[in-house]
């Protein structure tokens, strides 16, 4: 169990690195580079579209929203770039 934990800590952080690559990359299009500042900006942020103490609504946008933006910044980037990110996490 700890085992499964821990891997799954570091595929996380390895897909943190990934995403901070994209941003910094200089060929990443400036509307992926804002759909990813979103998305973590709507994570740390204490504020949501739908507060958190409306049942199951409040956690939902959250697990509906920032994979959206997350997703729209990897089909603006073009595929080079996120291979070559890739490559440098590996």
């Not at 700890?2 to 994209?22: G, H, M, P, T």
Request: aromatic content about 14%.
């Amino acid at each position: 169990m700890f085992k499964q934990f821990k891997s799954f800590a570091k595929r996380i952080k390895q897909e943190l690195v990934f995403y901070r690559l994209i941003a910094k990359h200089p060929d990443t299009p400036w509307l992926a580079k804002l759909c990813l500042g979103f998305a973590i900006g709507y994570l740390l942020l204490p504020f949501d579209l739908i507060p958190d103490f409306v049942p199951i609504l409040g956690q939902l946008d959250d697990l509906v929203i920032v994979p959206f933006f997350v997703y729209v910044a990897l089909k603006l980037t073009p595929s080079s770039v996120i291979e070559n990110c890739r490559q440098q996490i590996n």
